[in-house]
């Protein structure tokens, strides 16, 4: 199960950032938003993978239960990144009304 959760976080991560460096805005904002899914799967495997398992870890003892803090994290950076997104979008929409190209240096040809 981590191995197939470490290569879907490398695929979203280098998906991500070859998005990044694309000409246009809207590829941009899906890069990020690519690369927020990956940090979120990194920071949600960090907090330990397990298939099956009730989580109670520690068999009688209710005491001891799984780490809540990284699901927090996730869901946390799940709803920043949402907001910062529909951002990007509004600002996206405004510059292209502005300058009539959603290329991000502003041309509509590369050179």
């Not at 199960?1 to 460096?21: K, N, P, Q, R």
């Not at 899906?30 to 990956?38: D, E, K, Q, V, W």
């Not at 001891?64 to 927090?72: E, N, T, Y």
Request: with cysteine; glycine share 10%; proline share 6%.
């Amino acid at each position: 199960m981590e191995l197939v959760l470490s290569i879907a976080i490398g695929i979203m991560t280098s998906c991500g950032v070859w998005l990044i460096l694309r000409p246009r805005t809207y590829q941009v904002i899906i890069g990020l938003s690519l690369l927020s899914y990956a940090v979120n799967l990194f920071i949600f495997g960090v907090g330990g993978v397990k298939a099956n398992v009730p989580p109670i870890l520690g068999g009688d003892d209710p005491s001891i239960l799984a780490d809540p803090v990284p699901q927090a994290l996730v869901l946390t950076a799940i709803v920043i990144g949402f907001a910062t997104t529909a951002l990007f979008l509004v600002v996206l929409l405004a510059s292209r009304g502005l300058t009539g190209s959603d290329h991000v240096d502003g041309r509509n040809e590369p050179k």
